[in-house]
C-alpha cells in the first residue's frame, strides 16, 4: 500500500501572506524643479518664495535666477539659499530669457515650471498640476489664475472649495487658445513640463512676447495638453512690471518678437496658422493695445500722436489693424480697434492715456 509523502508543515495558513517579507516602500515622488528669474524684485521676492515653502507636495528643488539685480533681491536670496535643494545664480544682467534659460540647464526634477518672481502659488499648486499630469499621462499642463493689483505683501487668497474641471486639447485646439491672449495660455508661467521639453529655450533676443514663441516653440513637439481649471496662480499687476516699463525701443522689440512668432508659425504650424490667420491677426493687435497704453501714451512719451501714426508705417500691425474683425473682441475692445481702423488718432490718445493713467495707479 502506497503511503502518503511527508510534507514539511507550514507555520502559515494555505494562501495567508507571507509576513516575513518586507512591505514594498512608499515610492518617493519626483523631484520637480520652480525656476525664478529675479530682476529688481525686492518688494515681492520674499512673498514669492514664501508661497513656493507653503507647497504641500515634499520634493521640491528651486532655482533661484537672480539677473544681475540693483536693489537688495541677491541678498534676499543669499537668506534662503542655505535651505535644502534652494539654489542661488548670481549674473550678469542679460534679460528674464537668459535667466530662465540658466535654470532650464541646471534643473535636477523630473518636471518643471516657472514663477515670476512678484507672484504667488497657492499651496497646492505643484500637486495638483503633477497628479493631472502624472494620472493623465501629460507632459504639458497648465492652470487657470487670478490676476491681483499688488499694493503690500499678501498670501495667496484663499479660494472656495471646488472640483476643478480638466480640459484636453489636441495640438490644433491649444494652438488657437495660445493666440488668444485674455486666456492666460501663451504665458510661461501657470504650467507644469516634463523634462523631457527642458532641451527648448527661450529666444534671448526678445524681450516682450518672449513665452507667446516659447510655448508655440514647446507646443510643436506636442500632441496632448491638458488644462486644470482650476485658479491656482496668481498674478500680480504693478507699474514696475516689463511690459509697463516705457523703453524708447518699445515698438521695435514687439515689432521683432511678433514677427518672429509669426515666421515660426508659418513655417511649424502652416495649416493650423493658414486656417486661423484672423485669429492670429486679432493675437498682433491686442498687442497693440498694449503698445497704446504702454509707449505710445505713456507719460514719458513726448510725442504720442507721431508714435500713434508710426504704427500704421509697419506692415505686420497695418494688416492686423485692417484685417481683424471687431467679433473677436469684446465690447470695449473692439470699439478701440474701430478708432484703429477709422484712424481716429485723438481718440486713440484718449483712450490710451486713460488706461496709461490706470496701469501707473497699480
Not at 491677426?281 to 497693440?288: D, E, I, K, M, P
Not at 471687431?326 to 484703429?340: D, G, S
Request: proline share 7%; charged share 15%.
Amino acid at each position: 500500500m502506497k503511503t502518503a509523502s511527508r510534507l514539511s508543515a507550514s507555520p502559515y495558513p494555505k494562501n495567508a501572506p507571507d509576513t516575513t517579507k518586507p512591505h514594498p516602500a512608499k515610492p518617493i515622488p519626483p523631484l520637480i524643479s520652480i525656476i525664478i528669474p529675479i530682476y529688481n524684485a525686492e518688494r515681492f521676492l520674499s512673498q514669492t518664495i514664501q508661497s513656493v515653502l507653503k507647497q504641500n507636495y515634499p520634493h521640491l528643488e528651486v532655482l533661484l535666477i537672480n539677473d544681475g539685480s540693483t536693489d537688495r533681491s541677491a541678498q534676499i536670496c543669499q537668506a534662503y539659499s542655505n535651505i535644502p535643494n534652494f539654489h542661488f545664480f548670481d549674473l550678469p544682467h542679460c534679460g528674464v530669457s537668459a535667466a530662465r534659460n540658466h535654470g532650464l540647464k541646471h534643473l535636477t526634477g523630473e518636471y518643471f515650471c516657472f514663477l515670476d518672481a512678484d507672484d504667488l502659488l497657492a499651496p497646492t499648486f505643484i500637486s495638483d498640476l503633477y497628479y493631472f499630469a502624472s494620472n493623465h499621462h501629460l507632459r504639458y499642463v497648465g492652470c487657470t489664475y487670478q490676476r491681483q493689483i499688488y499694493s503690500t505683501p499678501t498670501n495667496f487668497p484663499p479660494g472656495q472649495p471646488l472640483s476643478p474641471s480638466q480640459l484636453f486639447y489636441t495640438q490644433s485646439e491649444f494652438f488657437t487658445k495660445l493666440l488668444t491672449l485674455d486666456t492666460g495660455y501663451n504665458f510661461c508661467h501657470m504650467k507644469l513640463l516634463h523634462s523631457s521639453l527642458k532641451n527648448t529655450y527661450f529666444d534671448e533676443s526678445l524681450t516682450v512676447a518672449e513665452d507667446a514663441l516659447y510655448n508655440f516653440t514647446i507646443l510643436s513637439s506636442l500632441d496632448r495638453i491638458g488644462i486644470l481649471q482650476k485658479p491656482l496662480y496668481l498674478y500680480q499687476i504693478h507699474a514696475s512690471s516689463t511690459v509697463r516699463t516705457f523703453s524708447k525701443q518699445y515698438i521695435k522689440q514687439y515689432q521683432s518678437a511678433l514677427h518672429k512668432i509669426q515666421h515660426y508659425l508659418e513655417l511649424n504650424f502652416q495649416k493650423d496658422y493658414i486656417s486661423n490667420l484672423p485669429l492670429f491677426y486679432a493675437f498682433v493687435t491686442s498687442h497693440l493695445f498694449l503698445i497704446l497704453a504702454n509707449f505710445c501714451c505713456h507719460p514719458q512719451n513726448p510725442h504720442p500722436l507721431r508714435s500713434i501714426k508710426s504704427l500704421y508705417n509697419i506692415p505686420l500691425f497695418f494688416r492686423a489693424i485692417h484685417l481683424t474683425p471687431l467679433r473677436l473682441f469684446p465690447a470695449p475692445k473692439a470699439l478701440l480697434l474701430v478708432f484703429f481702423k477709422l484712424r481716429f488718432y485723438r481718440l486713440l490718445k484718449f483712450a490710451g492715456h486713460l488706461r496709461s493713467c490706470q496701469n501707473l495707479k497699480t
